[in-house]
Structures are given as C-alpha cells and as structure tokens.
C-alpha cells in the first residue's frame, strides 16, 4: 500500500451494505407505510429473511451491534413469544406465502437461544413461509456457548453455513478486548459442526484491536487457515464509542493510528490471499466456494449481511434494530428492546425509521454495488439500464481524478476501474458517488 493512499483511506465512509445507508433513514417512513410495501410484495421473486436474536451470555468490548447481556433463559423465553408474534404479523400482510431463498440469524449470539426455543422458531417460520429446495439457511454463532445438543437442533433444522466469531487469537489481544476464546474452543465448535453435517464454516477476524502486531495477526490467521473455513471476513474494527459507550474501555491501550491499522491490513490480507481468493472488499472465500464463482461471473451481491450469493429483491426481517428492503425502500425496526417488546405486545408495527428509494438512489446504489462487488463499473451503460443521462456522474469523474492520480483508480471513459492492489480503498472511491454523504462522514468509521 502506498503511503499517499493513507490520506484518501483515513475518510469516514459507509460500508455500503445498503443505499442510502442507515444514518440517512427517517421516521418519514412508519408501519402503514411499511405494511403496504409489504402487500405489494411481488412474491412471483423469492424473498430472504433474516431474524436478529439481540442477547449475548457476556460484553465484547469491542462490539458494534445491537444486543444485550443476560444471566438467565428468561429474558430469551419472553422474546421468542414476542418475535413469533411479530413473525405472524408480518405474514399477514404478505400477499401470499413467499418463497425463501436465504435465512439468516444474526445477533447478539444467536446461540444463546435454547434448543426448545430455536426448534419454535423454525416451525413459526416454516409454518407461514416455503423454503426453495437449495435455500440457504446460515446461522451466526459464539463458539464459547456452542454445545452439541445446539449443533445438533440446528442440523436437524436444516441450517447449512454457520459463522464463527473468532476476532483474533492472541490471549493478551483476548484479554484486552474482554473475550477470552482460546483456539481449543474454536476447534471444538468446528469439530462439532462438522461432524454434524455442518460443512460451510465462516470465520470472523478483526484487525485494529488494542495489542495487535504484524507477528500477532500472522500468527491468529495460521491458525486459523490449519482450521480450513469455507470463508473469511476480516473487518477493521469501528472504535465508535459515541455510540457504544462500553467501547471506551479499550482506550486504556494505544489503539493502532490509522497508518498502523494499514500495516495490520495489508499483512493479514497477504496470508489470507496466499490461501483463499479475495472477494470485495473484505471477504476471502476457496476457489471453489460459491462466494468465487459468483464474485468471477459477476453475480456477487451485497447486503447488510456483507457478500452474498443471495439474488432475492425482498429482505423481510425480524427483531429489534433489524433492518428489512423492499421494492420501495428500507425499513428498520424499533432499535430498543423494551419498546419494541410494548410494540409488538400491542399488536402495532414497530417500524422506526426507513427511507423510500428515489430513481436517483437506485440508479447511485447500482452503481456502488457494483464497485463494492467487481471493483469496476461502466457508468454509461449503468445510466442507459436506467434510462438516465450519464452525465449526472460527471462531479464523482472530476473528484475521482485525485484517486487517479495516486493510483487508486483507473479512469477509461465511463469506466471506473479499481486495481485488484487498490482493492482496500473501494469503499472511498464508492463514496463518491454517494450524494447523501455528508462532509463529516456522518460518523462512519474509516475506511481503513
């Protein structure tokens, strides 16, 4: 990497895993609204669905996402009443029962739901919606609370990828970050995993914790790699502590700077490219993982579960804060556990906020999907797919001439190209085309 590009990539932007992204929503957009998008559903399509599950058995330090400590089952027993509630309500407003091509559960630690609980849940889910014969259905796990009685359901219920939340192996980085995790209990939760008929394993890794080094990362990713997941995704960490308070006990240490955090980077990148094929931004996957070929054929997708394979138009989603995409637009849900427990209690929507997509922001999102995906893009024949005058990109051309000049983008035409060296910095060059980025960011983390 080249130490000019430290400038372009120490801007805060989004991540792209939607357009407009989530900062920009607005509570504009309420449950009537959302219910009606919901009816006009075109179910002709196959429709995703995801389910957040927001509780965790202890507090990640570093942890960005939506979810809460618990000590008991209780707390879990009185959501799942509430989330297959919110799951009929839903359906109801469907025009029919949708076909499912992808499910997903994210959290929070959705292992921290007990075997009887997630058994409810599948049958709620099975009960009012149809599975496609190939449908996908992945899971996100803590491997600290995985047992095999869990493994066990979740094979049974016909769950087929889950992602291991490893972050980093090194026991004082552990330490540090409040998420003690030794390789033993990494192995075991693939051991069991495997021997269950759970073949498709995805690790997590992050770099930019307190205590990392080049030595320490290298040495995480070896151990890992002799693991042999189907896929990785290594993320920077977001030191956001405005938003997460608890994220300020990490700055007892010397968090990397942002040239640091480049270093740490590039040297994991290294390893993890000498084994797997790198796919977007931050996603490594075997050469013969679907993730590839999709990526090689340029059928690779986006979504708020980062790279997908997944080609349904419609996300419905469930659980507080979970965000869900139709036709027309976004639509989150109410954020805070409690209220969006007296919400669904009622019997209400409990939309929050969510944002109707304009021509403009479907012509933009195209465009950065693409970058975000293949790293290149044809603006004329983007503009021409919808019917617009390529010239609305001519201020991102102009601002892209500063990347161009130290490299980080190729400029041919309408082409924009990033160079597969360049690769870190696509979400800079995407941001370009982002007409509702603000100066400041709006408090993204950086790019790097």
């Known amino acids: 990497m080249k130490t000019s590009w430290l400038t372009h990539l120490d801007a805060r932007v989004p991540r792209y895993t939607s357009y407009p992204t989530a900062p920009h929503f607005h509570t504009g957009i309420d449950g009537p609204t959302v219910d009606t998008w919901l009816g006009e559903a075109d179910l002709a399509k196959p429709v ?16 960005g996402c939506n979810t809460e400590i618990i000590k008991t089952d209780a707390p879990v027993a009185n959501y799942l009443e509430l989330l297959l509630r919110e799951i009929n309500r839903t359906a109801d407003f469907l025009p029919g029962r949708a ?11 959705p292992n921290t739901l007990p075997v009887e ?41 016909g769950i087929d990828r889950a992602s291991i939340g490893v972050q980093d192996l090194d026991p004082d980085v552990q330490k540090a970050i409040h998420r003690i995790q030794p390789l033993a209990t990494v ?18 890794l992050l770099y930019g914790l307190p205590l990392q080094s080049v030595a320490t990362i290298e040495k995480t990713i070896a151990e890992v790699l002799a693991l042999d997941p189907a896929r990785i995704a290594l993320f920077g960490y977001a030191h956001v502590p405005w938003m997460k308070k608890y994220q300020k006990a990490l700055e007892r240490y010397t968090l990397p700077g942002q040239s640091e955090r480049a270093v740490l980077a590039s040297a994991a990148r290294q390893a993890l490219e000498a084994v797997y094929d790198p796919i977007g931004i931050d996603h490594f996957a075997r050469p013969d993982d679907a993730l590839t070929l999709a990526a090689k054929s340029g059928a690779l997708r986006r979504n708020f579960q980062g790279y997908t394979t997944d080609l349904a138009e419609t996300l419905i989603s469930f659980g507080p804060s979970a965000i869900s995409e139709t036709a027309q637009g976004y639509a989150q849900n109410e954020p805070d556990l409690r209220r969006w427990s007296a919400l669904v209690e009622g019997g209400q929507s409990n939309v929050y906020r969510g944002i109707a997509l304009s021509h403009d922001d479907r012509l933009r999102r195209a465009v950065i999907e693409r970058l975000m995906c293949d790293l290149n893009v044809d603006l004329e024949a983007m503009a021409a797919r919808y019917q617009a005058d390529p010239a609305v990109f001519l201020p991102a051309l102009d601002r892209l001439e500063a990347y161009a000049a130290d490299g980080m983008v190729e400029i041919d035409g309408w082409r924009v190209s990033v160079p597969d060296e360049a690769r870190i910095a696509v979400r800079s060059v995407a941001s370009v085309f982002d007409r509702w980025l603000t100066s400041d960011g709006a408090r993204h983390a950086a790019a790097v």
Request: with cysteine.
């Open 99 to 109: 076909k499912v091509s992808h499910l997903h559960f994210g959290g929070g630690s």
């Open 48 to 63: 995703s669905l995801y389910v957040h599950v927001p509780f965790c058995a202890k507090l990640c330090w570093y942890c």
């Open 117 to 157: 609980a997630f058994h409810r849940l599948m049958d709620a889910i099975e009960a009012r919606f149809d599975f496609l014969p190939h449908a996908e259905r992945a899971i996100e796990l803590d491997p600290r609370g995985l047992d095999l009685d869990r493994v066990k359901a979740y094979a049974t219920r």
């Open 187 to 204: 192995t075991r939760a693939v051991e069991r995993l495997r021997a269950n008929g759970i073949e498709a394993i995805n690790f997590d």
